[in-house]
C-alpha cells in the first residue's frame, strides 16, 4: 500500500512544485514588469490566492507516508527499544488526530466558500474550487496517516526496532529497496 501511496504522494509532490515553481517564475516576472514598466500584472495575487491552498496541501501526503512530519525522534533513539517506539506510536497518533482537524476545519472553511459565494477581488474568480482539491488532498492524507500509525503498531507488536524513515528514504534515492 505505502509503494501506491508513495507513487500517488510523488505525483502530487511534482504538481505541487511545478505550481510553486509557476508561481515563482510569475512573481519575479511581476516585480519585474512592476519596476520596469511600472505596470503590475492584473490579478496575479487573485491567482496566487487560488493556487497556493493546493500546492500546501499537494505536499503532504508524500510527507506523511514518509513519516517526514515534524517529530523528535532523538529522544526515541536515546530510549531503549521498547518506549522508544511507544513516543513514536503516540507521535504519529498525534499527527493523525492533527490532521483530522485539518482536514475537518477545512472542510467546513470550504463549505462555507461555497455557501457564500465568495470569488477573489479583482478577478472574480470563485475560490471554493481550489479549497475543494486542497480539502480532498488533506483528506487523502489521513488514511496515510492511519496505515502509518497502523504500520508503527505492527512494529511494537513484532518487537521491531525503530525505523529511522529519512534512512528508508535514502535507501530509495540510492536505489537499496
Not at 502530487?12 to 510553486?20: A, E, P, Y
Not at 511600472?38 to 497556493?52: A, R
Not at 489521513?142 to 529519512?166: G, N, S
Request: proline content about 5%.
Amino acid at each position: 500500500m505505502f509503494r501506491m501511496v508513495n507513487v500517488i504522494g510523488v505525483y502530487l509532490s511534482v504538481i505541487g512544485l511545478v505550481c510553486l515553481l509557476a508561481m515563482s517564475v510569475a512573481i519575479i516576472a511581476d516585480a519585474f514588469s512592476r519596476t520596469t514598466f511600472n505596470m503590475p500584472i492584473y490579478g496575479l495575487n487573485d491567482l496566487l490566492e487560488i493556487i497556493t491552498p493546493v500546492i500546501v496541501a499537494s505536499c503532504l501526503p508524500v510527507a506523511l507516508a514518509n513519516k517526514q512530519n515534524i517529530s523528535i525522534r532523538f529522544l526515541g533513539k536515546a530510549l531503549p527499544v521498547r518506549p522508544g517506539q511507544l513516543i513514536e506510536l503516540f507521535g504519529q497518533i498525534t499527527a493523525l488526530l492533527v490532521m483530522l482537524g485539518i482536514a475537518f476545519e477545512v472542510g467546513r472553511y470550504t463549505l462555507s466558500l461555497f455557501h457564500y459565494s465568495q470569488s477573489t477581488w479583482l478577478l472574480r474568480l470563485p475560490i471554493w474550487p481550489s479549497w475543494v482539491l486542497a480539502t480532498v488532498l488533506l483528506a487523502f492524507c489521513i488514511p496515510i496517516q492511519t496505515a502509518v500509525v497502523l504500520d508503527v503498531i505492527r512494529d511494537y507488536r513484532a518487537k521491531r526496532a525503530f525505523k529511522d524513515p529519512e534512512a528508508e528514504l535514502l535507501g530509495q534515492v540510492e536505489g537499496k529497496s
